[in-house]
Structure formats: C-alpha cells, structure tokens
C-alpha cells in the first residue's frame, strides 16, 4: 500500500478542505508521510494560488499540524511553484522560499506571456486553452508542446526541483485527440527527449493520480505509455494525489502501484525523519 502524497492542497489555495482537514484525511487513509503544497503566489492577480499576505499564515498553520500530529504522521512543508515558459524562469518570490522547503514540486500552469490579460492556463479549460494555442501559435498545438516541453527540459535542469509536477498535464482537455494525437511519433520523441533530460538531474517524476477526480477519464499524469520509458531510463518517482479534496487523499493509488509494478518499477521515494528514502512497491 502507498503510504505517501506529496502533492495536497487546502483551502489557502484552490483546494477544498482546510490543511487540519487534509492532514485527518491522509491519517484515516493510513498514509505515515505526507507534503502540503499549496500553489506558491503569483506575480499577478488570481483567485487559485495562496495569496501572498497569507504565505505566513499558511507557514505556521503547516508547523502547527507538523507539532500537532507528529505521533501519527510526518507532515512535511512544501509548496507547488510555477515555471513560466516565456520567462524562463521561477518568480523572484518564489526563489526567495526554496531554502525553507523540505521539498518544492515545479510545475507549468501558464501558456505563454504573462503580460497579457487574462492570462491563458494550460488547465483551465479546453477553450481557454484553445484561444491561447490560437492567439500565440497561429493555432498550432504541436508548436505550443513543442515548446512546452522543452521548458519542462530546462526547469528541471535549471532549478533540480525534488518533483516535477504533473509532467503532461498538456493532455487534461485533449479528450478525442482533440488538440493532438498522443501516439504520434513526434509528440513521443519529445517526451522521450524531455525524460532524457530529467534523466540527467536528480530530480523525481510524480505519479499523479488526481486529474480523474476532476475531469473523468484523464488518466494519471504521465500517461501509461510514459512510465516504461521512465524505468528505462531509471527515472525516480514519487506518489502525488494532486489532492484538492479530503475523500481524494489516496484516490487511485491501489491502481497507481498496481500499474506501476506491471512497468517494472518496485520502488518509489519517501521522506522518513527528513530523508528521501525508497520504499518497496506492493507491500
Ligand atoms: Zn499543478
Ligand atoms: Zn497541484
């Protein structure tokens, strides 16, 4: 059984349920390790992030459930940042916080120019993501992807983030193959071509479980296909409900490790007494 998620949100974000209420959740579920990451503040305004006059209250409400709960569960302090792909770059904010992780998840939600208004999300919503594709692609999904994951390539080599979030979330709204075809070869190179690069760092892919309790019938991020060419290239992993709601703390797990195991992997990565330690697979 996993006993790790390393991906929750609460309340001070987008999520539904306050931190205690995720913190209860994870114990019932019999999870023993688990990370609070709420979406880091934004250099603009939005109503998904946590916003910056409450980062410190966010911070002591996390020490408050570490102290707290510390008999029954290790809680540990993160938060999900954004990569943004026309700057290259973390926000200046968000590299002022690395240090006072115990781990960080990096992750790209934004398409394209933050100087626009509004700004265009990769999961938003299919037309939202559409008319981004539209205004700066010429309506070209494959250049936008393109791109897209060269930017994972260099956040991961630039920043070496613990986790790389939700590695192909680019697929949320492409139900029917509606923006591109998944099995094509050039959208295979350049994921194999991303993992190359992921290869390289230490950084670990999360497992991410959570997209299906929202938009039925996504999948886990990365696709099936992606996780064999991950232990090829020996690729470690973490477990990520990507949790926005207590009853999903451990959502699809049991098939997450079930699916895993069937890929060859028999490991998975979590943080006991402070430390990224493996933990066997099916046990
Ligand atoms: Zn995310
Ligand atoms: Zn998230």
Redesign the pocket.
């Known amino acids: 059984m996993i006993q790790a998620n390393y991906?929750?949100?609460s309340n001070f974000?987008?999520g539904k349920n306050t931190l205690e209420e995720m913190v209860q959740a994870a114990i019932k579920a019999g999870l023993t390790s688990i990370g609070l990451?709420g979406?880091m503040p934004l250099p603009f305004e939005n109503d998904w992030t946590i916003q910056t006059g409450d980062l410190d209250r966010y911070f002591a409400e996390v020490k408050r459930l570490i102290d707290l709960y510390q008999d029954q569960i290790e809680i540990y302090k993160s938060l999900?940042v954004d990569y943004f792909m026309d700057r290259h770059s973390i926000s200046e904010q968000a590299k002022g916080f690395l240090n006072e992780l115990d781990y960080v998840?990096m992750?790209i939600h934004t398409i394209k120019s933050l100087d626009v208004d509004p700004i265009y999300y990769i999961d938003e919503s299919r037309e939202n993501f559409a008319e981004a594709i539209s205004r700066f692609y010429s309506g070209n999904s494959q250049d936008f992807i393109k791109e897209y994951y060269q930017a994972i390539g260099h956040m991961v080599t630039a920043y070496q983030p613990e986790i790389l979030?939700?590695l192909d979330l680019i697929k949320k709204f492409n139900q029917d193959h509606f923006f591109f075809d998944d099995q094509e070869s050039w959208y295979k190179e350049l994921v194999t071509a991303c993992l190359d690069r992921i290869a390289a760092t230490k950084t670990m892919i999360e497992i991410?479980t959570?997209a299906d309790m929202r938009v039925p019938g996504v999948g886990r991020y990365p696709s099936d296909w992606i996780i064999p060419e991950m232990k090829k290239r020996e690729i470690p992993i973490t477990i990520?409900g990507?949790?926005?709601y207590d009853t999903g703390i451990a959502f699809l797990f049991d098939a997450a490790e079930n699916y895993l195991l069937e890929c060859g992997y028999t490991e998975y990565w979590m943080l006991k007494n402070g430390r990224w330690e493996t933990q066997p697979l099916g046990v």
């Open positions: 991906h929750i949100h974000c987008d990451t979406h999900e998840i992750s979030g939700h991410n959570g990520g990507d949790t926005h």
